[in-house]
């Protein structure tokens, strides 16, 4: 009798851990879902209940309240802005493709940001519309019939993605876990004519480790982790990095990649390469440095028909 008990006992104990946990896990992916908005939408994380945070992103976005709980609204949101579905694409690949069609690129910056960019070379003058009805506005007027056109292809196993570097990034002054800002180099197509990948697309990086120059001919390195990379329907592909700067030399760059969505590159200690160099023991690689990354498998993504001469 005295076992059952305790067995019991450690099963209520486990069923409790476990809702725990399950708490937190969804509270983790609700913090996650709303940091990516945030970032997105204003450039940075805000402070604030969640509710009131959720709230705000729902008014600029839609000049409205849907009134839903915290969970489903953060849920929602995330699906509008980065997913879409089948039938209609997210803001963020609407976005993009009409920055394509106006800049030939993705544009920089903030939502905000984005759309006044647009505003200005079509109607001459910033909306003050909220910002999802602003972009529908902007793609009636830019698109025929305002209608984009999505096709499900494939982008095969091998194919090479080059991405640059925004800024400067020094083992002098670089610190773990430090974003780096990098995009896109060039547009991709599939079957000549699907636009899968634009000009100016953001790429997540950040610094893995860090290790400053020393004492005896020690050179410093920086080992640049690139977190993911996405297609315009914000598909993640999994790449393995190939070469940085114009010039690849395995002796020169030490570099691994699994056979996963995660790459990372060490530039340093032992020699650079391409657009990277030391100086006085660190090692510094200089903006718009390009690094050359390969899908290593077959990825089905959405993307949008485009008519090219």
């Not at 493709?97 to 079509?122: H, K, M, P, S």
């Not at 996963?260 to 391409?274: D, M, R």
Request: proline share 3%.
């Amino acid at each position: 009798m005295k076992t059952v008990r305790i067995f019991t006992l450690l099963l209520v104990l486990c069923l409790i851990a476990g809702a725990a946990w399950a708490s937190d896990e969804q509270s983790r992916n609700l913090d996650k879902k709303l940091s990516r908005l945030e970032r997105y939408i204003y450039g940075e994380d805000l402070n604030g209940a969640t509710a009131d945070r959720l709230r705000q992103i729902e008014e600029d976005l839609f000049g409205r309240n849907t009134g839903r709980k915290e969970a489903e609204k953060a849920g929602y949101l995330h699906d509008f802005v980065f997913k879409g579905t089948p039938a209609n694409p997210s803001l963020d690949m609407k976005l993009s493709f009409l920055e394509w069609r106006l800049f030939n690129r993705t544009g920089e910056g903030n939502l905000e940001a984005r759309l006044a960019d647009i505003d200005r070379q079509v109607t001459g003058h910033v909306s003050m519309e909220p910002l999802a009805f602003r972009l529908e506005q902007q793609i009636h007027l830019v698109i025929e019939n305002g209608m984009i056109s999505l096709h499900q292809v494939t982008i095969p196993r091998g194919t090479e993605i080059k991405m640059r570097l925004k800024k400067d990034i020094s083992s002098r002054t670089a610190k773990k876990n430090d974003l780096i800002p990098m995009v896109l180099a060039h547009d991709v197509f599939i079957d000549n004519n699907i636009l899968v990948m634009t000009n100016g697309g953001i790429v997540t990086s950040s610094v893995k480790s860090v290790r400053r120059g020393g004492r005896f001919g020690r050179t410093g390195y920086v080992n640049l982790d690139v977190t993911k990379i996405e297609s315009m329907d914000s598909s993640e592909l999994p790449i393995q990095i190939d070469a940085a700067g114009e010039r690849f030399d395995k002796k020169k760059i030490g570099m691994a990649a699994g056979a996963s969505t995660l790459g990372y590159l060490v530039l340093g200690p032992i020699g650079l390469a391409g657009g990277a160099f030391i100086k006085g023991g660190e090692v510094e690689i200089p903006a718009g440095t390009e690094i050359s990354v390969r899908t290593t498998e077959d990825c089905k993504v959405v993307g949008v028909l485009v008519n090219r001469r």
